[in-house]
């Protein structure tokens, strides 16, 4: 554990992102441990909010997660169909606890999204805590803390952040 | 302004079952001017739930309207509406958006108010004349009109508007009983949803209080529960009604395959679960008989109170408003509402459910969105194709939850104070 390095977290993260990009849930789903957690809190919550006593955005168990991911590889999942397009930057990726078998990583996030001719800036910052496996990382939380105030003017999260 | 236009808003022939509504209405910027003077002007808008400020002093800012108001509990423990403007020069007051606060200072030059609105004290007193803070123009303005209703505390610009109980006319019966699920009040839960959708914002109003798109357009909401619930047979389908609550208010009333934290057990819940779920039911029953407490628990609600508050009382509890910026954007505000005294697990399964269909990031509200923005670039046909048809079950004696009556409900209000006088082409405005 204590010889991950931060390149070693980058290349994990940039690889979630590609993957993505390019709209290869099912895939990014492996990328995740059977207990995890995805979560985005709203915008007027402390960030270590809980999503038991608090309204949340998102609170995916594993078990939804995998549930949204079956969602939206549907023709019927309205909001993205067709898929939208997306650019993710990932950066600024700190690795800001080590613990017995797991990390804690931030990295900040701008993600565009076109659909339709529209084009939405959605940014923040994800907090991780990645799990170390014999085969590489992985992600046992992400919370993704959104910048700015609401959904404005983006609107929904109908991708993953 | 629609008298010289040659196109009525809406088209109305109940004998031959025709309700159609113009297009344009969604499109036109007279249209959107004027609906700020006759509908937004004039009626009881949602400002906030009673909850949200528990102690003296909390306070949140909130926009209504396009007006920026401070609603605020000053310390006495009133409740307080306050438009958000310095009577000295204007500028906003409050720039924080919630917080607790003995007083209010102006950053510009310095005017201290209080919790009440009034004038405390403001640099350079010696300027002024004497008795110049006991001046009622020397206080924040309170809002013309600021009534509650079991906690909803609504706001109205229009000082001569009738009284909040009267206007909220059959409405009133289904927020008691949503109210009545429990006898320890209700409390809006923190995390404010706060979104928007490029869209017209009646379109939302009809969304609202839309049983009719649930199958196609929640498909793979309706999916995932099939494979979470036994009980999809008693479904969408045929289970209620839909009701004309006057004054444009509607509901939808039905039974649904989802659980419902009061009080309607799925067996995703579990043993556990189950006698939570037959507490909080036996409970009612004691307090309610058997009639009202089935009610209560186990059926469902989306609440429309005109023009643009929504409480759906189903998988959870919501309150959502939105305003029009645009003819085609719209900025919407939703809370989770929740008894007081509910258990930590029916608070967790309560929040669980809630964001399973509901909210931006949900597993439906996002469909809807697509749906309302595509129906406004449908408009964009609108010179040519005039007309929406809502007539679905025009002319039952009863009609049917997934029928489209509380549509016409909303709209036969709308128009009514939109154009007051029956305009030339208008045939009728009979729902």
């Not at chain 2, 043993?271 to 469902?300: C, F, M, P, T």
Request: proline share 5%.
């Amino acid at each position: 554990m204590q010889s991950v390095t931060r390149t070693d977290v980058e290349d994990f993260l940039f690889n979630e992102a590609e993957l993505l990009d390019q709209w290869r849930l099912p895939e990014w789903l492996t990328l995740f441990t059977e207990d995890a957690r995805y979560e985005v809190p709203c915008t007027d919550l402390p960030t270590d909010a809980s999503s038991d006593t608090n309204l949340f955005y998102i609170a995916d168990d594993r078990m939804r997660l995998g549930e949204r991911v079956k969602r939206l590889m549907k023709r019927t999942a309205h909001a993205e169909f067709p898929h939208s397009k997306t650019s993710r930057i990932v950066g600024n990726v700190r690795i800001h606890a080590r613990h017995a078998d797991e990390i804690d990583v931030t990295s900040v996030f701008q993600t565009l999204r076109t659909k339709d001719g529209v084009t939405d800036l959605y940014f923040g910052t994800n907090k991780y805590r990645l799990a170390l496996r014999d085969d590489g990382f992985r992600i046992r939380e992400k919370r993704c803390l959104l910048g700015g105030e609401g959904l404005r003017p983006s609107g929904r999260i109908s991708i993953v952040l | 302004m629609n008298a010289e236009h040659p196109q009525p808003a809406l088209l109305v022939n109940p004998a031959q079952r025709i309700f159609k509504v113009a297009r344009r209405n969604f499109v036109d910027p007279e249209i959107f001017k004027a609906e700020k003077e006759k509908i937004f002007d004039r009626s009881w808008l949602y400002l906030g739930h009673s909850s949200e400020l528990p102690k003296p002093g909390d306070f949140v800012t909130r926009k209504v309207a396009g007006r920026g108001i401070l609603f605020t509990r000053d310390s006495k423990g009133q409740l307080r509406a306050l438009l958000n403007t310095c009577p000295h020069r204007g500028a906003q007051v409050c720039r924080e958006r919630k917080g607790n606060a003995k007083s209010f200072q102006c950053f510009y030059h310095g005017w201290v108010f209080g919790a009440d609105g009034k004038l405390r004290s403001q640099p350079g007193e010696a300027s002024y004349p004497e008795g110049f803070k006991g001046r009622d123009t020397s206080n924040m303005q309170p809002v013309p009109r600021f009534e509650t209703y079991r906690d909803f505390n609504f706001i109205s610009f229009d000082g001569n508007i009738m009284p909040l109980v009267d206007y909220l006319a059959g409405a009133k019966e289904y927020l008691d009983v949503i109210c009545d699920q429990t006898d320890a009040g209700m409390s809006i839960v923190a995390g404010s949803q706060e979104y928007s959708i490029r869209a017209n914002w009646k379109l939302l109003t009809e969304n609202s209080i839309d049983g009719y798109h649930a199958a196609t357009t929640h498909a793979t909401y309706f999916d995932i529960l099939m494979s979470s619930t036994d009980n999809l047979a008693t479904g969408m389908g045929g289970g209620g009604y839909g009701y004309d609550l006057g004054n444009g208010h509607a509901v939808l009333e039905y039974g649904a395959p989802w659980g419902r934290p009061v009080a309607q057990w799925i067996p995703g819940w579990g043993e556990a679960g189950k006698s939570e779920i037959e507490r909080i039911y036996d409970n009612l029953v004691q307090r309610h008989g058997e009639a009202r407490a089935e009610r209560i628990a186990r059926k469902n609600r989306n609440l429309f109170i005109f023009p643009n508050l929504v409480v759906n009382d189903i998988m959870a509890l919501t309150v959502r408003t939105y305003f029009p910026m645009a003819p085609d954007y719209m900025v919407i505000n939703a809370w989770a509402l929740a008894p007081n005294d509910e258990s930590a697990w029916a608070r967790k399964y309560r929040l669980n459910n809630f964001l399973e269909f509901l909210g931006p990031g949900g597993f439906a509200t996002p469909d809807d969105a697509e749906a309302l923005e595509h129906c406004q670039r449908g408009f964009e046909n609108s010179k040519e194709a005039l007309w929406n048809d809502i007539s679905k079950g025009m002319g039952k004696e009863k009609p049917h939850h997934d029928d489209e009556l509380q549509m016409r409900a909303f709209w036969t209000q709308w128009n009514k104070q939109m154009f007051p006088a029956p305009a030339s082409g208008i045939k009728s405005v009979a729902a």
